[in-house]
């Protein structure tokens, strides 16, 4: 019975054992597929770790090159604006110095930068603006450079955007040929002391210098004159009047022309041939002025240096140019003198054009839209 009960212990044990070994094996294959799971979830983790860290090291890279592009095309462009805007400002300012004759602007607008405040004269001057925008007619103005060449400057600018043709004695005589005649013809030595406005020169060489005025004056005038599309001509005008050295040489030949009908004006009274214009017996009979030579060298030769044309220069300049001149005198606002015209005597073919001034001395142009 003993050995029943142990051989039934030692079967139960065997039974016991085999399935303790079972039970291991189970166990140890759970624990190795646990363990094959937690390396290649690890595995996993770690590749896509490392990935990351390459990854990441690129894109830090990129965003770091990224901003350095960045940051080195917003100095470039920086730098690029910088030198475009001085770039402009220099041409803006060399194109503002050498031309003469701005573009249009609206009067009234003008007219308030030009007179702030609440003075009498400012006021004055405003109302005499509103003036000629509503009563008269003109809505912009076009600004000529303010120099002792002013009045000539804004004169000849209107007739050659105009496109006004020579004066009919222009026609006829040939103005190269006045320095000579004067010269020569005449025995008006006198003329070497001829003072070129600003560059203030005498001498033996003023013959030559006349003639090329001259050239220059009946070249120009006859080219633009011929110019029939207003848009080109008006172009051609602000290409002339943006060349001092050529402006110039206009305004001296016109001078010499002036001169040269007070000469023939004068040798005509002194002759008793003909009779004259009032305008020279006006002319001639200042103290300043009694003779051509006086009144070159008194009057002509400082025109474009140290003076302007006054009223009687003016009254000559259009009747040697043939055009009716009406100013526009905002100073003499709400008087009779607020309008005036020269000459007082023209003819119904000449053609007209305005100036516009607020002290007699610098003279801007007037534009007239209805």
Partial sequence: MHRRHDRKASKNRDQFTEQEKRSRINHSKRSVGRHEVWSWTTATKQSLCLMWQKVKA??????????????????????????????????KRKLIRNLSVLSEVDLLGYSAREWKGETKQAKHMREAYEELFWNCHIKYLRQVRRDNYCVLRAVLFQIFSQGIPFPLWMKERDILKLPEKLLYSQGCNWIQQYSFGPERYTGPNAFGKLRK???TLKTVWAEISATKDHEERGNMCNTLFSDESKEHKLYEAIKFIMLYEVVEAYEQMKNREEPVHNLFSLLLARDSSS??????????????????????????????????????????????????TY???????WNEISLLTEDDRYYHIPLFRT
């Fill in 213 to 215: 005025c001259m050239e």
């Fill in 58 to 91: 690129q894109l830090m890279l990129s965003m770091s090159f990224l901003v350095a592009v960045f940051w080195y095309c917003r100095r470039l462009y920086s730098f690029l604006a910088q030198l475009v805007k001085r770039w402009s400002n220099y041409l």
């Fill in 291 to 340: 003779d051509p030579l006086s009144f070159m060298m008194n009057h002509l030769n400082s025109i474009g240096d140290s003076i302007c044309l006054d009223q009687v220069e003016l009254y000559l300049l259009a009747y040697v140019l043939e055009v009716k001149i009406r100013i526009y005198r905002l100073h003499k606002f709400n008087t009779e003198e607020f309008q005036i």
């Fill in 343 to 349: 000459p007082d005597e023209y003819r119904r073919d």
